[in-house]
């Protein structure tokens, strides 16, 4: 320990600084590309130099400020790189010389800017007593039938050749993303509905208890948004129908390979089918991978599938895989090995197999995309 007394050495460098924290931060994440780190000096220092860096040994650094005492913190004046883990440090300074460095501080710094349109883009509500906007497909009267009651619309198929009796309207654009809710549904005979875009490229919910209201979030392959029934005997009733143009946060920059994980945080109930989807791209602005959670017929599923050109792939689907807060990609070449936490990252199952795909092999840049009830916490990258 430096004493910091005047010997015949002169004044000796201040001892280490203790108490380093990041402003903001929860659970070593922090939101925000400029943070302040505080600490507590050591009683002899008249100045301190912060150190940070993506390297925990600090083999390279990444960028350093001198600052005088009595200040103790300091504010990060140019923005640090979105979803990374940074590391800090501090040294005391005086007369005798720098002092030794305190303990690295690591926060993963991790903002979203993921927004919901506050324009609806439906009618929204059936309480008018028609499908103003809507347009009625798929049925064969007398059996198939679409009617407006009781402000409801209700959709029944009873043909043993199901026509897929819907209401549908052109009101979504390809290759741009949603969020859709449908309130007051109520069956009579359990079968199932979907809620998707024209030919369900669209993720889809699935109804299962006798009322629920239903929300998704995905990116629309067609125009038309489509609310339907498969199946026979079913039919079921829905008093609200609404979507709104999610604008997606950019893909960030990643190194080539790696691995890439996106953690969120879950609402107290299961009730709506939730949405959390990581992205990385594939090779070009429009191939991406998507490694996708998913709530559906009460139970949660994982998928990983490829986005050419607009056009979904399924590489393979696990369902009823339990709770999940977190979703792992380990990218490596022609290789994607996809795994799932319930623990925020503590521990990993693997989902599938191994995937090998040589025309979707560059694995760099990284986003992701959830439902609005789910709150982002990070993501990582390469």
Not at 60 to 75: D, H, K, L, N, Q
Not at 189 to 206: E, M, N
Request: charge should be negative; proline fraction near 4%.
């Amino acid at each position: 320990m430096q004493l910091g007394i005047v010997g015949y050495g002169g004044l000796l460098p201040p001892d280490a600084p203790t108490s380093l924290a990041i402003t903001g931060a929860s659970g070593g994440v922090v939101a925000d590309l400029t943070p302040t780190i505080t600490f507590t000096a050591a009683p002899t220092s008249t100045s301190h130099k912060v150190q940070w860096s993506t390297a925990s040994d600090f083999s390279t650094v990444t960028g350093e400020a001198t600052i005088a005492m009595p200040t103790a913190e300091y504010t990060h004046t140019v923005a640090l790189a979105n979803h990374y883990e940074y590391n800090w440090r501090v040294a005391g300074i005086n007369a005798g010389g720098q002092g030794t460095w305190s303990d690295v501080l690591t926060v993963h710094v991790s903002v979203f800017t993921q927004a919901l349109g506050s324009e609806l883009l439906t009618n929204g509500d059936f309480g008018t007593g028609d499908l103003t906007g809507w347009t009625v497909a798929g049925t064969s009267p007398p059996d198939d039938t679409v009617t407006v009651a009781s402000n409801k619309v209700t959709i029944k198929n009873t043909t043993l050749a199901p026509q897929a009796p819907r209401i549908e309207q052109n009101v979504m654009t390809a290759d741009h993303y949603y969020e859709g809710k449908a309130t007051g549904v109520t069956y009579a005979v359990y079968q199932y509905w979907q809620f998707r875009d024209g030919t369900g490229g669209f993720s889809w919910a699935t109804v299962k208890s006798a009322t629920e209201d239903v929300g998704l979030a995905a990116r629309a392959n067609y125009s038309t948004l489509q609310v339907l029934v498969f199946g026979a005997p079913v039919e079921f009733t829905v008093d609200d129908v609404s979507l709104k143009e999610v604008t997606l946060n950019a893909a960030v920059t990643a190194a080539a390979d790696g691995t890439f994980e996106f953690h969120y945080t879950l609402p107290g109930t299961e009730k709506e089918l939730r949405t959390a989807e990581l992205w990385y791209r594939g090779s070009d602005s429009l191939n991406y991978w998507r490694a996708r959670v998913q709530h559906n017929l009460d139970a949660w599923q994982f998928s990983l599938a490829k986005m050419v050109a607009g056009a979904v792939t399924t590489k393979f689907t696990v369902n009823t895989i339990g709770v999940t807060n977190a979703i792992r990609v380990v990218a490596s070449g022609n290789d994607h090995t996809c795994y799932t936490s319930a623990d925020g990252g503590d521990n990993w199952t693997q989902r599938g197999t191994t995937q090998t795909d040589s025309a979707m092999a560059s694995n760099t840049d990284v986003r992701a995309f959830y439902q609005s009830e789910i709150t982002p916490v990070k993501v990582v990258r390469p």
